[in-house]
């Protein structure tokens, strides 16, 4: 398989990542110089055999539900590149 | 005095309970070490006030005689361990400015036993690359240089700087991260030891994700001994991270120096690629023989799937990823950049927080697990990884105790001159290390000899899960008859 342009824009768009008509060009050739790489995992053959969810086996833990932490708005609000009192700013979402 | 950046862990550790120098002594020496190692580019932080802060505190501790199991040990942190206060970028424009408000659980493991923070070491963006090279904050360098060659090497990546700085003794010891071999890796390429423990051995609570069912934080030393010391410490349960494994840690020590007799080793045929090196041949035949003349015995193995781990990887790495890094958004941390509307926001912060091999493989990862996709590639990724893992346990339910490897197929290679045409070429220095994260076993680096321009090389063991003791014992047993090695000072 191999990506075209409109493809590469496109999953660009899924990625939230904007890309110039240049990069476009550059990664399709990238891309599909690394998907021709993982095409060799096509002649294995996987019949019956289960995909790998974790390579330790594991149960996943259980905690009962209660509340450990919390009421760290400072802390939380920290880092935010644009915040009014305890709320993060975006640009209007909604008309 | 002796110069105090000469030691190993364990001798500072043992110097600093008889009082020979204090703790601030020890991190002033590497304080200044590190001062005068700017050259290499090794730390993108130096954090000196709250190194003499801990260093005072250590010697408080050290005189009453309460002193932990690393007292007023100077390390190295690798950018991508939050640390509360103190800037984690995981070296990426998009996390610059990024100042946590926690520890992450392997760092507070490593204070809690009284260690101190030197200040944060370079590594890839996101851990993403195989050199070093691709940091925001520029390349660290190598404190190697080919014979008679004085242009750069790379320190190999991802935790590149770790590895320069332990190897230029800027710090007594280092934490890393290894996803594909970013441990072990530059750990090879800097003659020095290097460890990723079994998947689950240590919490990834507070360590910027990047591939997170192959994420493992381990150390880098110079020594066997101090890399067990330092994994005693990092190593243990976690509430906070359910894949951590809640199993006590043993005294990882106690192994070192173990015999290794009738310990059955296995060396796959698989890893004799076309086109390794005949030195690194060499060095693996050398390792086998070191390993039988120390009692142990050595069993030709297959590992059959071997050579669809780095495909597997290039797949199941960038769709976590793809998944891990959605949360730069520019909303709650991290760098924004203003766009039109919200989207645009996200777009233009994304374009411009991630540097170029991070996108591509965002974008690959995002690929992948798209729709009419996911099946062709990820589900047939995570199903070849069910084989990887099957091949590891046949051998293992066999007898075989640990597996002995390269770690890499080359020596250390010259800044910019890898991976710019093709970036397969740059994936391909993981071709011995991946499989071992595929399958979530614990593998060791230890540097092992110098190729014919003087660079050093590694071998690298593999283990049973959760039996890193077996990995120090056999380890060490190749450092007493490998020796070690030390770069000249040029920086």
Known sequence: ?95 | MTDLTSLTLAQAREALRKREFSAVELAEAHLAAMERGRRLNAFVLETPDRARVMARASDARLAKGEGGPLEGLPLGIKDLFCTAGVRTTACAHMLDNFVPTYESTVTANLWRDGALLLGKTNNDEFAMGSSNETSFFGAALSPWRRRGDERPLVPGGSSGGSAAAVAARLCIGAAGTDTGGSIRQPAAFCGIVGIKPTYGRCSRWGTVAFASSLDQAGPLARTVRDCAMLLRSMAGSDAKDTTCADLPVPDYEKAVGASVRGKRIGIPKEYRVAGMAVEIEALWQRGAQWLQEAGAETVEISLPMTKYALPAYYIVAPAEASSNLARYDGVRYGLRVPGRDLLDMYEQTRAAGFGKEVRRRIMVGTYVLSAGYYDAYYLQAQKVRTLIKRDFERCFAAGIDAILTPTTPSAAFGVGEMGRADPVDMYLNDVFTVTVNMAGLPGISVPSGLDSQGLPLGLQLIGRPFDEETLFALGASIERAAGSFMPEKWW
């Open chain 1, 1 to 95: 398989m191999s990506v075209d342009a409109e493809t590469v824009r496109r999953v660009a768009h899924l990625a939230r990542i904007s890309l110039s008509e240049d990069e476009v060009a550059a990664l399709q050739g990238e891309l599909n110089g690394i998907l021709a790489f993982v095409e060799q995992l096509r002649e294995v053959n996987v019949d019956g055999v289960e995909p790998m969810t974790s390579v330790t086996p594991m149960a996943m833990k259980m905690r009962s539900d209660r509340i450990t932490d919390g009421a760290v708005v400072d802390a939380v609000m920290q880092n935010a590149p644009a915040r009014e009192d305890c709320f993060f700013v975006v640009p209007k979402v909604v008309e």
